[in-house]
């Protein structure tokens, strides 16, 4: 009964044309320009030192945004630090800052502040739990050196869209919207690091009989930590240019604009009404 379905997912796209082609179309998601962009090195330092202290200004840091809730994973995103910040104190190092920007007591999910304590990183984990605009979300991109996202089940993912538009590499699972982003799907390339699926359950509800979850485990995810954080400031540039151009390429604000208005003005112009009868047996 649906007469024009736009999907911002390809993932949803190929399987919703699969069987309703002629009605179906691919719309990717999108953001303004002048919401999310780069803001410079030397404003990145500075905001920093303000947020994270004088101690921390050259710190590595990993930004994640989510709620706190068990399909983001946020436990698993604490295990994953650990196992990183275990590789760095091999190489007698420890200056990496994990940035969650999350209510850690949310009543969805763990307590995050006694995770990171249990765990003994709590001196490398950064708590942002009070609700801020998008130019302080904007700030919170560009002083991170990657953005990630681990979600088991992830119909798009805005946050990581947002710190590419900000030049800022991603690690994603391949999963839902995610691929898309942090693959190129006209090379192949990845903008970050893409972590493969390595366990798929199938789960369930009354109301949703069956539905997949995809996971990639933290020593997987500490891997990726690791790369992006032994990568030369010189790659890691070139890098968040190119995640930048990317996403103002295929994530296009006018050009998500200008296909729902053509879609919807051309679905009114060849729109003809039909009259169902609906007999009960």
């Known amino acids: 009964s649906t007469d024009l379905i736009n999907c911002h997912s390809h993932l949803t796209y190929e399987m919703v044309s699969e069987n309703f082609a002629e009605k179906t179309n691919f719309i990717p998601h999108s953001i303004p320009e002048q919401v999310y962009f780069p803001l410079g090195k030397h404003a990145k330092h500075a905001y920093k030192r303000q947020l994270l202290g004088a101690e921390r200004k050259d710190h590595f840091v990993a930004f994640w945004m989510n709620r706190n809730a068990k399909r983001k994973r946020p436990n698993d995103v604490l295990l994953s630090w650990k196992y990183f910040l275990d ?22 999910g763990p307590n995050l502040e006694i995770t ?18 998008f130019e302080k979300i904007n700030v919170l991109h560009n002083m991170s050196d990657v953005v990630f996202n681990i979600s088991y089940a992830e119909g ?24 898309r982003q942090v693959v190129d799907h006209r090379d192949g390339s990845e903008n970050g ?23 990639v485990s933290a020593e997987t995810v500490a891997d990726a930590f690791y790369k992006m954080y032994k990568m030369p400031q010189d790659e890691r540039d070139k890098l968040g240019e190119k995640v930048r151009n990317y996403a103002l390429s295929e994530f296009a604000y006018q050009d998500t604009v200008d296909k729902w208005h053509d879609t919807m003005i051309e679905l009114l112009k060849t729109w003809k009404y039909e009259n169902y009868v609906v007999e009960t047996l």
């Open 87 to 108: 590789k760095l104190r091999k190489d007698g190092k420890n200056d990496a800052t994990l940035i969650m920007h999350t209510d850690p007591q949310d009543s969805e």
């Open 116 to 133: 990171s304590e249990t765990l003994g990183i709590k001196d490398n984990v950064f708590f942002s739990n009070q609700r801020v605009d």
């Open 156 to 179: 798009f993912g805005l946050g990581t869209l947002e710190a590419m538009q900000c030049g800022v590499p991603i690690i994603a699972v391949t999963t839902g919207g995610l691929t």
């Open 193 to 215: 690091v893409a972590l493969p699926v390595e366990t798929r359950t199938l789960v369930g509800s009354q109301t949703v009989p069956y539905i997949y979850e995809d996971y």
